[in-house]
């Protein structure tokens, strides 16, 4: 079973959320993972209800594709750059010294301010097996760690009368922190859609449950920092992914390609 992801060595950086760039339409802000976890705890601790989106490639397809899904992700509080390809797409629009922002590091990042602060926290996703190992490893690196909620909902919607009791199952808990790994782009519809209703911050981490449980391998740190991250993945889940990535992927390099021409340009 793969080792548990490791935090970034790089420096924490003070990006205020000041500035933020359209991406074929879709918002992602200049942030860091030092910025983010600051917002979080302040949040959490009153109680406010806010979500936050960390985008990859897919994620921007999937907002091009359908302005429903775009207002959702426009309307987040934090649109963090996820993948590498989006990373390189802000600094060319100016943010030079943005970095990225990735999902299961960003869970780690958040877990441990969440246990040094001793605020609550809660999983939404995955499955049963998968949230016992993230639980146990997260509890190993972060002594104290409060996990206050944990559910593996079923592979279907919800009834309304099912959705009712989560919400007050998660608000009852005095979860601060909502983690949730439903995959894009149905875990950013359901932050969207709970908003006002779950009475915490609610993190969209994608496959974050996963790679720290340890159930998923994640790529090496070299194809991660050449955008290579999407081929290693597509290499072990070709029949989950191969559509995923080779219908998004050259529709990005192409649309963004004329976006960035129309940004240089418009410098001219």
């Known amino acids: 079973m793969p ?15 000041t500035e933020s760039r359209s991406v074929l339409g879709m918002r992602v802000d200049a942030t860091c993972y030092e910025a983010v976890t600051q917002h979080v705890v302040r949040w959490a601790r009153a109680r406010e209800s806010r979500y936050l989106c960390e985008a990859p490639v897919q994620m921007v397809m999937e907002a091009y594709d359908h302005p429903d899904y775009r207002q959702a992700i426009n309307q987040a509080d934090v649109v963090a750059p996820g993948g590498m390809p989006i990373v390189w ?9 943005q970095p990225r922002v990735y999902g299961p590091e960003m869970t780690l990042r958040v877990c441990q301010a969440a246990a040094a602060e001793g605020i609550p926290i809660g999983f939404y996703g995955a499955t049963h097996a998968t949230l016992r190992l993230l639980r146990d490893r997260l509890r190993e690196r972060n002594p104290g760690l409060n996990v ?4 593996a ?32 782009p149905k875990q950013e519809r359901w932050m969207a859609q709970h908003r006002g209703r779950v009475l915490a911050v609610m993190l969209g981490v994608g496959a974050a449950f996963d790679f720290i449980a340890g159930v998923k391998k994640q790529a090496p740190a070299k194809m991660q920092q050449l955008g290579l991250e999407w081929l290693f993945r597509l290499a072990t889940e070709p029949r989950r992914l191969w559509f995923r990535y080779l219908y998004h992927n050259p529709r990005f390099l192409v649309l963004i390609g004329l976006q960035l021409l129309k940004h240089r340009d418009s410098r001219v």
């Open 3 to 17: 080792a548990p992801i490791k935090p970034s060595s790089m420096a924490p950086c003070s990006i205020p959320l």
């Open 89 to 97: 797409t802000l600094r060319a629009l100016g943010l030079r010294q």
């Open 148 to 151: 206050a909620y944990a559910y």
């Open 153 to 184: 909902p079923p592979f279907r919607p919800l009834t309304a009368d099912e959705d009712g009791a989560v919400v007050r199952q998660i608000n009852d808990s005095g979860c601060r922190i909502l983690f949730v790994g439903l995959g894009c």
